[in-house]
């Protein structure tokens, strides 16, 4: 039942991409004009959403349940860095290819979907994988972009996300609970996440070279992201007994394997923009996952509900 109504939530975030092509298409909009898209969602959407889901009444039960999230979005970063440093010199992969294998869009793709599928009340547990990705996005991710090895804890704490994570856990913790008003403006902010990174998705495919998605790295990585590290953790997971730890452990679990298998992160592709490694190779290999997903999103829920 689950695999139907992702796979249905997935269609119709789709829509959205194709929407997004044709504004470029028809040269309503530039593919570069997907960065002014990308900046609202980093900086007004996201913010809205973690704060937001941050406000439930608190209980240990959720505190134990975040726990576990926390270990097991840790748990997926750590299997794909392995998978990584075993794989990358019998398949030859490049820093690109790394980086979109080990990376997944668990932000823009995961949010709308769970909250569809269970409710805003289950957002605080995609709040963990985020608190676990981000500095690992402006860490490692940075380092193997851009080659660079210096890092800044300054320029981490100060990333907006880092900074909304923060508050919603000390208003969660202290038991503050925001006016409703501002609540209902953030939901309602919030609820665009999924529409508009489709968008934005549609509009970075349509200013693409065709000729880069028969690039065989490109299928070689999408492969890797999509369905060999997801059947690792899968098997992980399910051999681990993890669920039986807390109550509703099954379903805090499968969120946090909705992230390990979601499409590469657009992320990279805003790195490799910026220190000029291939965006548009990175690009290719966003568009090809993003666009497989909805078929082997629902296989891997499948597989996991058996």
């Not at 009444?57 to 998978?83: K, Q």
Request: glycine residues 6%.
């Amino acid at each position: 039942m689950i695999s139907l109504l992702l796979l249905k939530q997935i269609a119709q975030l789709f829509l959205s991409i194709f929407l997004g092509w044709v504004l470029v298409k028809t040269r309503i909009l530039k593919p570069e004009d997907s960065r002014v898209f990308s900046l609202l969602s980093l900086y007004g959407v996201m913010p809205c959403i973690i704060i937001s889901s941050f406000q439930l009444d608190y209980s240990p039960e959720i505190v134990h349940g975040l726990l576990l999230a926390l270990g097991s979005a840790l748990g997926v970063h750590i299997i794909c860095f392995l998978l990584t440093a075993l794989l990358k010199r019998p398949l030859r992969l490049n820093t690109i290819e790394q980086a979109t294998s080990i990376y997944s869009n668990a932000g823009n793709l995961i949010i709308p979907i769970v909250i569809a599928l269970f409710g805003k009340e289950w957002l605080i547990y995609t709040s963990a994988f985020t608190i676990v990705q981000i500095p690992l996005l402006w860490s490692h991710l940075r380092f193997l972009v851009s080659g660079e090895k210096s890092f800044s804890l300054k320029k981490l704490l100060c990333n907006v996300n880092i900074i909304s994570i923060l508050i919603g856990l000390f208003l969660f913790l202290c038991r503050v609970s925001l006016p409703s008003v501002l609540i209902g403006a953030m939901d309602s902010i919030g609820g665009t996440v999924g529409p508009l990174s489709m968008v934005i998705a549609g509009m970075l495919i349509a200013g693409m070279d065709p000729r880069r998605l028969l690039t065989p790295g490109v299928w070689k990585a999408t492969a890797l992201r999509l369905v060999g590290y997801p059947l690792v953790v899968l098997a992980i997971l399910k051999l681990g007994g993890f669920a039986a730890l807390v109550p509703n452990g099954e379903t805090i679990l499968l969120i946090s394997f909705l992230a390990a298998c979601a499409p590469s992160a657009a992320t990279i592709t805003q790195m490799a923009q910026v220190y000029g490694r291939d965006a548009e190779y990175s690009s290719a290999i966003y568009a090809v996952t993003t666009l497989l997903c909805i078929i082997t999103m629902p296989l891997m829920v499948t597989l996991y509900q058996l």
